[in-house]
């Protein structure tokens, strides 16, 4: 029977929660997350515990923000220029923007003033322990397909990065646009 590691094609169905038992991600009722694993496509801590599982086994995961998506910290708020977002902007929104060595990052929107909006730089879960059921419902090789559709789903960079993407038309390295499969 096939295990989850390195170069397998792996869906699984989970409820994600948080510390106060809020639920605040689910595949119930609608279809399996697939990634490749080893390629970075999930969180570091999740893809960690799902390591060695096969189809059927289920698992209570904790992974600590360490290990999700970080520590919070405070200096990752900024506030910007209004006009630099469209009419609708509205907290909690997420923007993908170029910081100041052109590397494409999303940040979300925390506060809405008249002429500026503030936005954070860290995830919106950045400081929280993420708590997972999962089942694994698939695993098996991955193959070149799903290398190349493995949740990149392109870059909007107009050829103008070092990402890598297939869809960018460049053969690049290194801007971090968050594809992790090349």
């Not at 029977?1 to 689910?26: H, K, N, P, R």
């Not at 086994?57 to 469209?86: H, M, N, Q």
């Not at 909690?92 to 052109?102: K, L, P, S, V």
Request: charged letters at 25%.
């Amino acid at each position: 029977m096939a295990t989850v590691q390195d170069g397998m094609y792996v869906c699984f169905l989970y409820t994600l929660t948080l510390d106060s038992g809020e639920v605040i991600d689910s595949t119930e009722g609608g279809e399996a997350l697939c990634y490749v694993h080893g390629t970075g496509s999930i969180i570091p801590g999740l893809e960690q515990a799902l390591e060695g599982m096969s189809v059927g086994d289920t698992k209570s995961v904790l992974v600590p923000a360490a290990l999700a998506y970080g520590e919070s910290e405070p200096d990752t708020v900024e506030r910007l220029p209004r006009d630099l977002f469209p009419e609708d902007v509205e907290v909690g929104m997420g923007f993908r923007m170029r910081n100041e060595q052109g590397h494409v990052m999303t940040v979300y929107a925390e506060t809405i003033g008249e002429d500026w909006v503030e936005v954070n730089f860290a995830h919106p879960l950045a400081g929280q322990d993420l708590h997972f059921e999962v089942e694994i419902t698939e695993v098996r090789p991955a193959t070149d397909e799903d290398m190349h559709s493995c949740g990149c789903g392109g870059c909007d960079c107009d050829g103008d990065c070092d990402c890598g993407c297939d869809d960018c038309g460049e053969d690049h390295e290194g801007c971090n646009c968050g594809c992790g499969c090349h």
